[in-house]
Structure formats: C-alpha cells, structure tokens
C-alpha cells in the first residue's frame, strides 16, 4: 500500500472511530477505547548461508532483509534446533519455515519437507507462495523437470496422488488427517519420502489443543516411529499465536523439548481497541456499524459465533448498501472448497469489501489488507481475541477491532472490567498425550503400522507401559507368542478414529425428507437429542421425534411451538484414584482420576417468551457413565458452619461456586466451558465432607483440570471477582447461573458464593488440614485396573481346579444339515462320548445306550471343561434328558475364547499353535465312521478331543495365555483368565 493511500486509510479509520464514539445512539455504549501506538520494526541482514538465488529472488519479491526474529529463527533451524516461534499475527511466520527448507533444497535435491496446516484454505496459501518461489528458481533446481510443492489432502484427486507418491516433490503439504489415514498405514508406498524426510513444519499450534491436541501428539508418535524405521530425523518448526505456554505445548506435541521463540521484530500499525456494551442485540449492532464501515470505504471483516448468525447479519446488511451489496460475502463451514476459496481470492484481490464469517477466517489464511475487525461477541479467549483481530491492519495502516458483547458471563465480565483484559496474559493451551482412550487407539494403529517390539516396549513411558499390557490383557493388542512383539487385532483400525472429535457422533435427520441435518456426539445426546427435546440446529428450531443410539440416529421434524425443553438430571462422581494433593489455609484440593455418572431422568417444558414451567416430563433413559481426570475442592466443616451462622445456603454456595469456576476456566486455559463438567455435594461418601469437583468432560481427561489444579488459586480469585463485579442481585446468566445445570439452576445464593470465595482464599484461615480417603472398594472397578491386570498376570495355575472335574466331549449321528439346522442339536443324536474324569485320571467312553450313566456321571463333577459344551454339547443332550446341565459349573473354552478375542477359533487351530498338536481327525469324518459303523474310530478320534481340551486348559492356567495364528500369519498370545473364570462358576 503506497505511503498516500496509508494516510487516506488512517483519516477514514480515525474518522469512523470519531463518528461512532460522538454518536447519540452508540456513543454511550462504548465502554473502553484502547489505543497502541505504532511500532517501528527491527530488522537483520540476510544470513551469509542462505543460498544468493534465494536472496535474488526475495529480492524480486520487495524483500531487501529480515526481521530480526527471522534471522535468528533461520540460524537455530540451521543448527538442527526443534523450534516452536509464538509471535504476534503479521509477523511474516511463513518466511521462518519456507527459507530453511528452500535454502536445504536448493544444495540438495534429494531433500523433502512436510507441512502441517488445520485448514484446506492455509494449505492453498502457502501452496501459491512456493509457486511463486518454484516460478523464480526454476533454473536454479538441480534436477530437470523438479517438483517444489504439492498437496496431499481430501480435495486430491485419486490420479493426482498416485502421481505424487510414485514421484513426490521436495514439499507435500497436507494435514494431520491424512497423515494419519494416508501415509501410515502406507507407510511403505512413502519409503523415499520418509527416508529423506528433513524437515516437519506444523502451522497454528495452538489450534492442536484438548481432544484434537491430544489425536495430534499421538500421530506424530506414530510418524516418529515411522521415521526411526526409515533412518529420519527431521527438524521441527512449529508456528502458533501468541498463548501463555508455547514450550510446554511444543513438548507435549512433538515429544521432546523445543526451543521458543516470543518476540516479534516485525513493525506494526497503530491499533485501535474498542469494547461495546450493545443496547440492541449484538448481531443487529453489527449489521449497522458494518454498513456504516463499508460506506465509507473501509475493508471490513465481522466474526460471528455460528453459521446462522453469519448469514443473518449478511441478509440484513447487503439490502442497505445500494451498489455496495455485491461487495459483501458470507464465509462459513458448509460451503463448497470452491466457493471458499472464490471468496478468499475476492478478498485477496480487493474485489470484496466486506466478508461476515464464523471462526473458519481466524487461522492465518491469506484475506488481503483489511482495516476493521468487528468481534460479535468475546471470542472465548484473550488469544482468539488478539488472533481475530490480527487480520487487520497488516498493510501498515491503522486499524481498529470492536468487541460487542452477549449477555453471557465472559462478555460482561470483561464489559465491567476492561483493563482486566489489557493486562491479562495470553491464555495456556493443553493438551493430554496419556488420555487413556486415546493412548489406546492410536497404539493399535501403530501396532497395525509397524509391530511393537519389546526393545521399544521398554523405552515407553510407564502409562504407555500400562497400557499396552492392558490392551494385551484384553486382547486390543496380540502378543507374540515369545512376549517379545504385539500385533493389532486389526488391519486398518486408524479408519475408525476421528482425530477431531471426543466420542461417537449420531447423524440428525429430517423425518419428512431423510435430509441429514448435522450431528451429535454420543455425550450430548442423551440431554439435547432425547425423545421430546426441542432442539435447535443452525438457528432452526426441531422436535425430536426419536432418539436411536443403537443405529446412531436422531429423526427431527420442524417445530413450531411456544415452548422450549430443559433436561433434568442426576450426577454421581466418585473418586477412583488420588495423583495429587495440596494444602492451603483454607480448602484442600486433589487432583486424581474420576468416574463420572450421570442420568437424564426428565425434562421440562418453558414458555419461551415468560420461561415458565408448562410440564415436567419423566424419561426413562440408560445411564451414561465415564472416566476422566478432575480436581475436587474440600470446603472446611468451619467453613459451613460459618455460612449456615450468616443465615446463608450452604448447598446455594457451593453450587454456584462450582458453576462460576467452571465459567471462568476460559480466562486461565484455552477451551470453551462445555469441555468441562462439575458436581458439587454438601457430603460426599469419599471425603469427610463438602466438596465441589470440576472435570474435564471427555473421556480420559484433556489435561485441562490438570492445568487448573497448578493454578487453583487464581481460579478461585477469579471466581470472586466475577461473582462480586456482577450487578444482578440473586445470580443471573453473567456470574452464576450455569445453560447446562441439570437442576435448573437451583438451588443458588449468589452472596453466600461470594463469601464462600472469600473464605477460601482467606490467608488467615488455619491452614486445611489433610484429610485420608475412605478405601475405595468397587470389585468391577478393580477388575478393569491397569495395575490389577498387570499384578492377575503372576497367576495362580492349577490350584484353581477343583478335586474333581470332568473334561467332556461327544459326537452326533447326524449332521446339522440333516436334522434342519444348528438349532435343532437335540435332533442329532450321540454315536460317543467320552469323559476325563481327574480322580479316575482316565478317560470313560459312553455309547447312545450308555446316555443315562453318562449324564449321572457329569453330575459328579464339580466342574466340566469343554469345548463349545454349553453350546452344542448340552443341547445335544437335551435330547436324552430333562435334567439341567447348565446349572453344573462349566470351564467351556470356547467362550473364553470368543469373549477375549470377539470371535471364535477352532479347537484344531489353538491346539496346533499352543500344544504342537492337531486333532485326528473332524466332525464330518466322525459322521463318515458313523454311517460307516466305526464306532472305534470315533471313540478314539473323540478321546484325542479331549485330551487336547484337558492339556489346553493345563497350558491356559499355568502360563495365562494360548496360542494362535492371526490372519498375518503371526503366532501370537491370547490372555486368558481361567482361574477367574473357574472361581466365578463355582462361587
């Protein structure tokens, strides 16, 4: 932008700013105009080791040197240093990457590169700057007809990239998507690529955080593996907005320390800030001060927190701008990849002068020189804020951002106290690699990737450790019949992970047309999905007609109606393991693992103009129920003997402490308050009195209440200034009232909260002392432990088994074919059967006249082993009899079997593997001997049955494992639990 057209933006923007602050409609609306003077840049000379092509070509590009972060960026990456740079937007991040890479590629050909980016639309960006540089470094390639970039994602086509695998170029951009389904589970169609592999460059960091962080850090754990096996070690450069812990967040994502990098050498404009306190909807405030930029000539960008909002404040402004209208567009998820990319050309090119979009334009897509950022709403974060506005004013000019505010707690919390934003740090964003479930599905991707040795076993962290052996335990992963490698259980299992949700997602479909809608995840479900429910989707209002959970399916149809619904619920949260503990003057706090329950008895009808109560309505749905990792406050009994003194609800404290915490996450940690989840209990079975827990709300934990527990105290510091700075005087929507609460908001006592608070953080207090948990005992829980699953490996052998015990088998006269069906096994008849019996320690064979001896004979034992004898043994005897062999305590094997593996395996196939010894015979040739008249034959054929069944059940409870062969080929472990088994059948 040329130096005159500079001082023009800057009259027009300030001028724009005057008019809205001397307006008699919005002028007293704006609560706070922050101002940030301009900033000169510090600048360095190109580094002597970059390649002179590439500095005539940055040369050809308007770029005479580098900022100083730069420079010092490109140094650390030479040096081979793993490199995360958090600086502000504008601050040239793509330049820190592409020299590094095109300065290795230019001296060797050989080399390749991979880029991450979250969005299709930052990979097109930075796809047409190596264009650019491939344009004016063509001849300076070592290699004829060489390919710079390409790529790699869902919009390309099968042709295409079949092209680049076969020849791939010295950069692939793609996303962590199809890393994780693309390139290795094919890892070996990738050899060359992988084995040359320098350089991973991942862009917006900060945007891999909670469950999506926590998929991410596990897909570069499996490439790592990937690369070891190819004899790689790339260097890390990792870019992110600015947050509070951008090296811990590196090391969480990449495995291993990175070296930081904060401060920006770039220039920057002058900024302008502004706070609104709307006294219209927010929505219709920014229809009108976006109208009022536009006419003015001022490129404007609006965000908005969903795609209705988007296209309602698109519909309301383009009718209001004359010829102007076409110089507006909406931009949201939804549209097609080249509709977006049409708008973000239009912006890039100056054709637009205004886009309205949801958070899709926050990442550092390429959107042209804007000069007002209008935020519908605080975005949820000090960073987001920062990162949003970031998109303008990045031409040099001045340029203004205008938050206008909800009525929710964040929005006018900050509204009420501006300066606590300015001086508030960037928030921390977190992320969780040991989350358990998913630890345990990208283990068996990388199991299914590249066998697990022992060697690589060992080098685990003890949870990885842990795991594994409880994976092997319940048979998710194959142990290698020498305890030496696991195997997967399936060839492809990364197709059934979604690395960008928490759980299982249900599809909403219209009944009168079959049009999916959207979807739910499975942990919504139940309270925003049940039968009854009104529910709304894109601004849309729907009655739930049927909730389907076993075919994942929400049917919906239009509703119109007055009213809207309120799920009631009950919560249980119990304490299953303590990691951590700390004490202060006046409250304890834990930190540990948790299972949570939780459910929806009913709901209730509310008018929607008045909320009043028009019905209640009883549900009668399951219980939904799960582990996570959460922190628990314990409120001193002189605590509540002290509220109760004043006269104020001790239960209306805590319960309002519990949802103002869980409001006011947001400001220290980067998430939304539906990550996170809250009981609070005025008594509570594992500690010795009141508690109020706050957890993460998905399963296994995200590491966001990990963060909390280290910084509890300005949490609950927090807390009371949002609940004392709130105006409403019994509790509202904006301190403590909670959307969610399954109680309705009851009961609540605003100023009973804010004592409480000031009770807590009272340094006069005594200090709390520490109090010892109730033992935990939950015998289903325990069974399900890590720890007791490692320990149940030592095993007990044959002291299981009873004195006496029969191993029994027979064969039939007839086949199932002949006797119309499987389900007709009393139809087939006996031709022998034989027993082991343990104190004759030999075996007795029974012919089909000998039946009533033989079936008096089973009902000696006291326990049978079989296999596949509850099935079809028995039934073949309820032919004979009317006694119930089921009621004798039974060891059938092949149960076993199918319970630990989910499918069955032949006797034949286990005892080959386990035993070294295979069947003499089969059934079909048992029928054979029979018509035959070979009763010996059989006797024998049937003797050797089971002998084998009898030595395979030796083997399983003195080594707690069989053997078989998977369909790689591979002999592997299958754990078995006999002993258990035996003890629960005769209990």
């Known amino acids: 932008m040329s130096g005159s057209s500079l001082k023009i933006k800057q009259t027009l923007v300030s001028e724009y700013l005057y008019a809205l602050k001397k307006s008699k409609k919005y002028g007293p609306q704006v609560v706070c105009h922050k101002t940030y003077s301009s900033e000169t840049g510090n600048f360095a000379q190109f580094p002597s080791n970059l390649n002179e092509k590439l500095t005539d070509s940055l040369r050809q590009f308007g770029i005479s040197r580098l900022y100083d972060h730069q420079a010092k960026a490109f140094a650390l990456i030479s040096e081979g240093e793993d490199l995360l740079v958090s600086t502000p937007t504008s601050s040239g991040k793509s330049m820190i990457y592409n020299l590094p890479v095109l300065n290795n590629i230019l001296s060797n050909s050989e080399s390749r590169a991979l880029y991450f980016f979250p969005l299709k639309a930052l990979a097109q960006d930075q796809f047409r700057i190596l264009q650019k540089f491939e344009k004016n470094l063509r001849k300076s390639f070592l290699v004829d007809n060489y390919k710079l970039a390409a790529i790699y994602d869902g919009d390309t086509s099968s042709w295409h990239r079949k092209k680049i695998r076969n020849n791939p170029p010295g950069i692939i951009i793609t996303n962590p998507d199809m890393l994780h389904l693309s390139f290795l589970p094919y890892h070996a169609n990738w050899a060359h690529f992988f084995k040359n592999l320098q350089y991973i460059v991942i862009d917006e960091v900060h945007t891999y955080r909670g469950v999506f962080g926590s998929h991410m850090s596990w897909v570069l754990k499996r490439l790592q593996r990937i690369l070891r096996l190819y004899g790689a070690n790339p260097t890390y450069i990792l870019l992110s907005a600015t947050i509070g812990n951008p090296g811990q967040l590196g090391e969480m994502l990449i495995g291993k320390p990175v070296v930081t990098l904060t401060r920006s050498g770039a220039p920057r404009a002058k900024r302008n800030m502004l706070f609104l306190n709307p006294w219209d909807s927010a929505a219709h405030t ?58 973000e050309q239009k912006l890039t090119h100056g054709d637009l002068l205004g886009v309205i ?152 479909i219209r009944e009168d047309n079959g049009e999916i ?25 729907w009655h739930v007609e049927k909730c389907d959970l076993e075919n994942k399916e929400v049917v919906v149809s239009a509703f119109t109606g007055i009213y809207h619904t309120r799920p009631i619920s009950e919560k249980q949260t119990e304490i299953l393991e303590v990691f951590t503990r700390k004490s202060y003057p006046g409250y304890g706090v834990s930190l540990g693992r948790l299972l949570v329950r939780e459910q929806v008895t009913g709901y209730q009808k509310r008018n929607n103009r008045t909320n009043k109560l028009i019905a209640t309505i009883p549900l009668n749905l399951p219980e939904q129920r799960f582990e996570t990792v959460g922190l628990w406050l314990e409120i001193p009994e002189s605590t509540q003997a002290e509220l109760e003194k004043a006269q104020l609800h001790f239960m209306g404290a805590i319960h309002a402490l519990e949802h103002t915490m869980i409001g006011t996450f947001p400001f220290l940690i980067l998430c939304d308050r539906n990550d996170i989840g809250g009981i609070s209990c005025p008594v509570h079975f594992q500690t010795t009195g009141a508690a109020v827990f706050v957890y993460d709300g998905y399963p296994g934990g995200i590491g966001l209440c990990s963060e909390a527990f280290e910084r509890i105290g300005e949490l609950l510091k927090q807390t009371g200034k949002t609940v004392e700075s709130c105006s409403c005087e019994t509790g509202c929507p904006s301190c403590v009232h909670s959307p969610k609460c399954g109680s309705g908001n009851r009961p609540i006592d605003k100023d009973a909260c804010l004592k409480l608070t000031r009770l807590l953080l009272n340094p006069e207090n005594t200090r709390f002392a520490e109090k010892h948990f109730k033992e935990i005992i939950n015998d289903k829980l325990l069974v399900s432990d890590i720890k007791v699953c490692a320990e149940k490996k030592k095993g007990k052998g044959m002291a299981a088994l009873p004195s006496h015990y029969g191993v029994f088998d027979l064969e039939t006269k007839y086949s199932a074919a002949e006797v119309g069906g499987w389900h007709r096994a009393d139809k087939m008849g006996i031709s022998v059967a034989v027993i082991y019996d343990s104190l004759l320690d030999d075996f007795v064979t029974y012919l089909e006249n000998e039946v009533d001896r033989l079936v008096d004979h089973l009902f000696q034992f006291e326990l049978i082993v079989g296999f596949n004898n509850r099935r079809f043994d028995n039934s073949v005897l309820a032919g004979y009899t009317s006694r119930n062999l089921n009621g004798i305590a039974t060891l059938d094997l092949l149960e076993v079997v199918k319970s630990r593996l989910g499918y069955r395996l032949s006797l034949d196939r286990l005892a080959q593997c386990t035993l070294g010894s295979k069947k003499s015979a089969d059934g079909l040739q048992a029928l054979k001997w029979y018509k035959q008249g070979e009763i010996g034959k059989i006797s024998r054929y049937c003797k050797k049955d089971v002998a084998i069944t009898r030595d395979l059940m030796f083997y399983g409870l003195e080594n707690e494992f069989f053997l078989f062969q998977n369909k790689a080929g591979k002999t592997v472990r299958l754990p078995v639990d006999l002993e258990t088994v035996i003890l629960r059948e005769m209990a």
């Not at 969780?432 to 060697?455: G, K, R, V």
């Not at 809608?517 to 009104?534: F, M, N, P, Q, T």
């Open 286 to 343: 920014a229809s009108q001060l976006l109208e009022a930029a536009l006419k003015r000539g001022l490129r404007t960008i609006v965000y908005t927190g969903s795609r209705k909002m988007t296209e309602l404040i698109t519909r309301w402004t383009r009718p209001k701008l004359g010829d102007l209208a076409q110089k507006l567009s909406s931009y949201r998820a939804g549209f097609l990849p080249e509709e977006r990319r049409e708008i």
């Open 357 to 508: 979009s949801t958070s899709a334009l926050e990442l550092g897509v390429d959107i042209g020189d804007l000069d007002i950022c209008i935020l519908v709403g605080y975005p949820g974060s000090v960073m987001a804020t920062w990162q949003r506005g970031g998109r303008v004013g990045r031409a040099g000019q001045e340029s203004a951002v205008i938050l206008l505010a909800q009525e929710n707690a964040l929005d006018q919390y900050f509204m009420r106290n501006p300066d606590d934003f300015f001086s508030r740090p960037m928030e921390s964003a977190m992320l969780n690699p040991f989350n358990i479930e998913i630890m345990e599905q990208h283990l068996h991707c990388a199991a299914a990737e590249l066998t697990i040795s022992d060697e690589e076993f060992t080098s685990f962290p003890d949870e990885t450790r842990k795991t594994i052996e409880k994976m092997t335990w319940n048979s998710l992963l194959l142990q290698g019949s020498d305890g030496r490698e696991w195997f997967a259980t399936r060839k492809f299992p990364q197709r059934q992970i979604n690395l960008r949700g928490g759980g299982n997602q249900l599809q909403i």
């Open 517 to 541: 809608l959207g979807e739910i995840d499975s942990g919504r479900v139940l309270k925003e999905c049940h039968s009854g429910a009104v529910y709304l989707h894109n601004a849309l209002t």
